[in-house]
């Protein structure tokens, strides 16, 4: 069949139910396409920007530099920024209200469970708001695997009821009669699988992605946490770091 017969096929043979199938089909597909287009567009955008800024969080000599020199470069729109940020205006609110702050002292032991409570909640919220944003739109894809074949094959069985009524209205089962509304039943499945795969194929990837991003941004949490302790809140008075570790 050439593409001349699949669309006379489909729009000037199909019946109602038949041809409503076909165009939402197609309208799921044009839809898929549009989201794997833009949601990979946007990972790699965020991915980009969370490598550079790991580089230059690798790079810095002093937290409290490197986040005045954030602050100054305009609003931070990139999760791992975000987060630190936000965790250093924590550090800055503590050490005003507490300036001979020092998390080795035990008399401050009840200060750090607090300082450790609202980091936690603090990095709980933007992981969420990170999650949500980034799943955004990925149910439609997870949705469209699902039912795309389940479309396609309720048209073949729409279009086989047609090929038998059409055998008991002419009387005849004759190849060149019941062959078209065949033909016409069985599209109705390959397009419900064209779309599907795409779509099932896409939904994987980027649960795999995302959970990879997820897994980065809990490294980077961990690795600017323990260099904020190292740095800032386990230096004694003097200023003098009382514990340097590896990490």
Do not use: C
């Amino acid at each position: 069949m050439n593409f001349q017969d699949f669309i006379e096929a489909v729009f000037l043979h199909s019946g109602f139910i038949t041809l409503s199938v076909f165009l939402l089909l197609l309208v799921l597909s044009v839809i898929t396409w549009g989201l794997i287009v833009a949601k990979t567009l946007q990972l790699r955008n965020e991915d980009a920007k969370d490598k550079g800024f790991v580089a230059q969080f690798n790079q810095a000599e002093n937290l409290h530099d490197f986040s005045a020199m954030q602050r100054e470069r305009g609003p931070i729109d990139y999760d791992l920024g975000i987060v630190f940020d936000e965790t250093m205006r924590i550090v800055d609110r503590f050490k005003q209200e507490f300036p001979r702050m020092n998390f080795v002292d035990p008399v401050m032991e009840p200060v750090k469970e607090n300082f450790d409570q609202v980091v936690g909640r603090t990095v709980d919220r933007i992981a969420l708001q990170m999650q949500e944003r980034r799943d955004k739109h990925l149910a439609i894809l997870g949705t469209t695997s699902n039912i795309a074949p389940s479309l396609g094959v309720f048209g073949t069985v729409v279009g086989i009821i047609n090929a038998f009524a059409l055998i008991g209205k002419t009387g005849s089962a004759d190849l060149a009669v019941v062959a078209p509304a065949i033909s016409e039943a069985l599209i109705a499945t390959a397009l419900g699988i064209f779309v599907a795969i795409p779509s099932s194929a896409a939904f994987n990837f980027f649960q795999y992605r995302l959970q990879n991003l997820s897994q980065s941004f809990d490294r980077f949490v961990n690795i600017m946490l323990n260099r904020i302790q190292v740095e800032i809140l386990l230096k004694d008075h003097q200023g003098k770091s009382t514990m340097l570790t590896d990490f």
